[in-house]
């Protein structure tokens, strides 16, 4: 069994885990009853989801005390064992009961329980309606501090979509003053805006070149703006549909695998038939792996992170470090988890994968307990 320890190695060896921390990594080949036989597997971190709206016919938003938790149960089915619940452009007073409900989950999840839930990725509705994506228009508004405020209280937003032409910079800094990863998406900005951005606190963009402002040989935009820069993070949804293959190239060809963090953006029809579902209010139509609203428009995708995954792995041929690197460092370290999660060290969570060279998952823990 290869163990990739502390995201600088291979070791053969045992991973032992102890009250949901990784205990010991030893080139011993221990034996016993609790001892799990992984000859020929690779052990890696567990993938950490920054964004996903939901899946198995649950969904962040829903009027659902269970919803949050019913996600935590089905995300170790596809190597997530840590999760940032992801709302919708809705209605203020239903992005704020998402944000009590999460407030009573996090931090008191027991060791069986799934999936992490880390906290809140609010995507919306603090973005430009010009460029809504699948983001229900209606309920855009511009923020005022007060409700920031309001909202930071209940101590579980990690994250949050904003479109920087519409949020004032001291609010921006008033967000990362709470150690929320500031991300732009669904914007208009250009290179000058998103420059004034990036000074006010902003570190990362949303799934990149998706709802936003293009490559122009004149204005390069807020993508160019991305490319560009030397620190910006960017997450990318590879699945086959939001970004071409050759597009994913470019990206991780520019970006490198440091900058990159792969997200799902997954909404309830993950792991479900073809068929009509639902996504803030809007009828989408699922079909071929893709989901759509009425007029064409992505809304979303239904790709397993395992999936996603090894698509990036054929797409750009990278070695498994920089699959860690994207999927599991990266979105670790950007929403200030990285002391206990994203790499297999001793004395951080026990989420770790077993898999093959084939990249075919086998088995899930999460904080030391297999799922």
């Keep these: 069994m290869k163990i ?6 291979w070791i053969d060896g045992t991973i032992a885990c102890e009250n949901g921390k990784i205990h010991s990594i030893t080139p011993e080949l221990l034996t016993g009853e609790d001892v799990i036989d992984g000859q020929g597997m690779l052990v890696v971190p567990g993938f950490v989801d920054v964004h996903i709206h939901g899946l198995y016919g649950v969904d962040t938003m829903d009027d659902d005390p269970e919803a949050l938790l019913k996600m935590a149960a089905k995300l170790p089915t596809e190597g997530t064992t840590a999760f940032l619940a992801t709302t919708m452009t809705a209605d203020l007073v239903d992005v704020e009961r998402v944000l009590k409900r999460a407030n009573e989950i996090v931090g008191k999840m027991q060791l069986n329980g799934g999936a992490e839930l880390l906290g809140i990725h609010v995507e919306g509705p603090f973005v430009n ?44 800094e008033l967000l ?59 997450e990318l949804i590879v699945d086959g549909h939001h970004l071409s293959r050759e597009m994913v190239q ?35 139509a699922v079909a071929n792996k893709k989901a759509t609203l009425p007029g064409g428009v992505l809304a ?39 002391n206990r999660k994203g790499s297999l060290t001793v004395g951080k969570d026990a989420d770790f994968l077993l898999v093959d060279d084939e990249l075919t998952l086998y088995a899930t823990y999460c904080r030391g307990v297999r799922l």
């Design 250 to 284: 470019l990206l991780y060809k520019v970006l490198g695998a440091e900058r990159i963090l792969l997200v799902t953006d997954a909404m309830r029809a993950k792991g479900l038939a073809d068929g009509s579902y639902d996504l803030g209010g809007q009828q989408v």
């Design 4 to 9: 990739f320890k502390d995201n600088a190695e």
């Design 300 to 338: 979303g995708s239904i790709i397993s992170m395992i999936d996603e995954v090894r698509l990036m792995r054929s797409i750009i041929s990278a070695p498994i470090e920089h699959l860690i690197q994207m999927a599991s460092v990266n979105p670790a370290r950007q929403i200030g988890v990285w």
């Design 129 to 172: 309606p010009d460029y809504a994506g699948a983001q229900p228009k209606e309920f855009m508004v511009i923020p005022t501090r007060t409700l920031l405020e309001k909202w930071l209280s209940y101590g579980v937003i990690r994250q949050m979509t904003v479109a920087p032409e519409r949020v004032e910079a001291e609010l921006i």
């Design 176 to 234: 990362t003053s709470y150690g929320v990863t500031v991300s732009v998406g669904h914007t208009s900005a250009g290179f000058e805006v998103m420059g004034d951005a990036v000074a006010s606190g902003v570190t990362q963009m949303t799934h990149l070149a998706n709802a936003m402002t293009g490559l122009h040989h004149r204005e390069i935009g807020a993508l160019g703006y991305a490319m560009l820069s030397d620190s910006i993070f960017c």
